[in-house]
């Protein structure tokens, strides 16, 4: 598989439920990175996580990093209609200028 | 609150055309870039541009692409003779240091038809 990919592919949650989507990668990499995207919009950045750092929040939002797994964790908390959207965890490899995005997961919160 | 902008949001062209697609990233930003997105598939990166030079290219990005940064403000994407799988979402970005420290800020991207 290609650095960053994501697991699951789509994921359909009820409102008020947590929703949990998990990113792998296969290189060293500098940062890992969370981004939202709504249906044929821009790509809105969630968070950022070094490679020194395990975990990391953001009102909602949970990240998890574990280098040795090569693998990284968004959790959104309490999920809203309105957090819809396609969810793209991207890697920059160590010393790189390049983002790599994986394919996506598709959270869709039913109200 | 500073953002990255693009023009056009739609851009229509025949094949074989040259296309120029503009984008004015955040202005204290040195380094700038271009993504593209197929329909329906990941984000993939073209290239990075710091002080005046390419840093950085994909694959993707051969000689029918180039960038500019033909004034202060304008970041500039040139593809010279467009092909129906350059049909595509292109987003440009910007950050103030480099992606392997600092959030990249995404526009909202243009749209190419290749016709």
């Known amino acids: 598989s290609q650095q960053g990919e994501e697991d699951p592919q789509a994921l359909s949650i009820q409102e008020g439920e947590n929703a949990t989507m998990n990113c792998s990668y296969k290189?060293?990499?500098?940062?890992l990175q969370w981004y939202r995207q709504n249906s044929g919009r821009g790509l809105v950045h969630l968070i950022l996580?070094?490679?020194?750092?395990r975990e990391k929040h953001s009102g909602r939002l949970r990240v998890t990093l574990d280098t040795s797994k090569k693998s990284s964790s968004l959790l959104i908390t309490a999920s809203r209609a309105a957090d819809t959207a396609s969810y793209f965890c991207?890697?920059?490899?160590?010393?790189?200028?390049?983002?790599?995005f994986g394919a996506g997961t598709r959270l869709f919160v039913k109200a | 609150e500073p953002e990255v902008t693009q023009t056009p949001s739609h851009q229509v062209t025949q094949m074989g055309q040259e296309v120029i697609l503009r984008c004015v990233p955040i202005?204290?930003?040195?380094?700038f870039y271009w993504y593209r997105q197929i329909l329906g598939q990941k984000v993939e990166f073209l290239v990075s541009?710091?002080?005046?030079?390419?840093?950085?290219k994909s694959e993707i990005f051969d000689d029918q692409f180039s960038v500019e940064r033909p004034d202060g403000s304008n970041f500039t994407l040139k593809i010279r003779s467009t092909k129906l799988e350059d049909s595509a979402m292109y987003f440009c970005?910007?950050?103030?240091?480099?992606?392997?420290?600092?959030?990249?800020?995404f526009g909202p991207g243009t749209r190419l038809t290749v016709l």
């Open positions: 970005a910007s950050s103030e240091g480099g992606v392997w420290t600092d959030t990249q800020y």
């Open positions: 290189t060293s990499i500098n940062n």
């Open positions: 996580i070094r490679s020194n750092e």
């Open positions: 991207a890697t920059v490899n160590t010393g790189g200028f390049k983002t790599i």
């Open positions: 202005s204290n930003h040195l380094y």
């Open positions: 541009f710091y002080n005046n030079e390419i840093s950085e």
